[in-house]
């Protein structure tokens, strides 16, 4: 009956939608480490995130838009962090800031989560041990972009198949292949 | 008179070894004689040890030549230190491997408590008399000791998530 005037009207609701909230970020902090001081920079005067609709944290998961997981997530933590994504209301995004959270960083032992992707879906990722608050900014405004599009990710990552993670973050790295290249020098 | 030759004097059959490096003094103590010692250490006027610095574990298990061999595979270190004299001492004490168990200090200090359920979650090593030994740092689930030289250095624990 409609046809396409009524895809126009759809997308162009969905165009408006997607430029209010990707300048009405309500942001989770989940911070645990040294990061968070970088988060905090980000946040404050000189850098401003609230330029970008984003400076303003909630501290309740019901109330937020975009889970910032920010610093080392152990296995003690994963299902803490694990809820808190539960708790928050559709639409989500998560955004893993600092290298720990997309890969478990410079840490393979038995406390560290190696990437939070292995948990929940992440959007997007800052890697940087830790993120310069420009890295930052960028990551947010590719975040923006994302929201702009309607576009979230869904997937979580596979470390058997490698699959849900970008390739860049995927170092040919272990610490066996580490204690043998040791122990022959 | 130094504070090791003082400690020396009371429990003479007590001490195993003692020794001194610039200042730090160092007594390694019989398991059995712990709780004595460290009484004297901290009731006694002219040791006063009123602050426990630092308590933890080493695991000596691949330790080659070591003083520690394998009928003693840790050893407790304690360090002490007096705010009123101004000085400090470390006491150390083997621990046996089969039964790895040495008495709290908990009582004398309240400041142990954390430390040796620190050391019980990472090494596995018991407190005689603690009174809420627990796992402090990793959770319940938690299967075996985490700094503990056998522990697999690749093996992976998680609650949630897939086995990375």
């Not at chain 1, 032992?109 to 940087?128: K, Q």
Request: aromatic residues 12%.
């Amino acid at each position: 009956m409609f046809g396409p005037a009524e895809n126009f009207i759809t997308t162009k609701v969905n165009d408006a939608l997607g430029w209010a909230r990707k300048f009405s970020i309500f942001q989770y902090p989940f911070v645990t480490a040294c990061c968070g001081m970088e988060y905090m920079a980000t946040n404050c005067s000189h850098y401003d995130q609230d330029r970008f609709g984003a400076g303003f944290p909630r501290f309740s998961p019901r109330q937020s838009d975009v889970l910032f997981v920010v610093g080392t997530i152990s296995h003690k933590m994963a299902p803490v962090l694990k809820m808190v994504f539960d708790q928050m209301c559709e639409p989500k995004w998560v955004v893993a800031f600092g290298v720990c959270t997309c890969t478990g960083g410079f840490y393979d032992n038995y406390s560290t989560v190696m990437g939070i992707d292995t948990i929940i879906p992440v959007d997007i990722y800052i890697p940087g041990c830790p993120p310069r608050p420009e890295n930052v900014l960028d990551g947010l405004i590719k975040l923006q972009d994302k929201i702009q599009k309607g576009e979230q990710s869904t997937t979580l990552y596979d470390p058997r198949t490698k699959i849900g993670r970008p390739a860049e973050l995927q170092a040919d790295y272990s610490i066996e292949r580490h204690i043998k290249h040791i122990e022959s020098a | 008179m130094s504070l090791l030759e003082k400690l020396q004097g009371k429990f003479a059959a007590d001490i195993i070894e003692t020794h001194a490096f610039r200042g730090d003094e160092t007594a390694v103590v019989r398991p059995a004689a712990l709780k004595a010692v460290a009484k004297f250490l901290k009731d006694s006027p002219e040791m006063d040890f009123n602050f426990l610095m630092d308590l933890t574990a080493v695991d000596y298990l691949f330790f080659a030549g070591g003083r520690v061999q394998k009928e003693c595979r840790f050893e407790m270190v304690y360090h002490f230190f007096s705010l009123k004299h101004n000085h400090r001492i470390r006491i150390k004490v083997p621990v046996d491997e089969k039964n790895p168990e040495v008495d709290t200090l908990s009582d004398l200090w309240p400041g142990a408590d954390w430390y040796e359920r620190e050391v019980w979650d990472m090494f596995g090593i018991k407190f005689r008399g603690h009174p809420n030994l627990k796992r402090i740092l990793m959770y319940e689930e938690f299967q075996g000791h985490a700094l503990r030289k056998d522990y697999p250095f690749n093996k992976r624990q998680p609650l949630i998530g897939p086995v990375n």
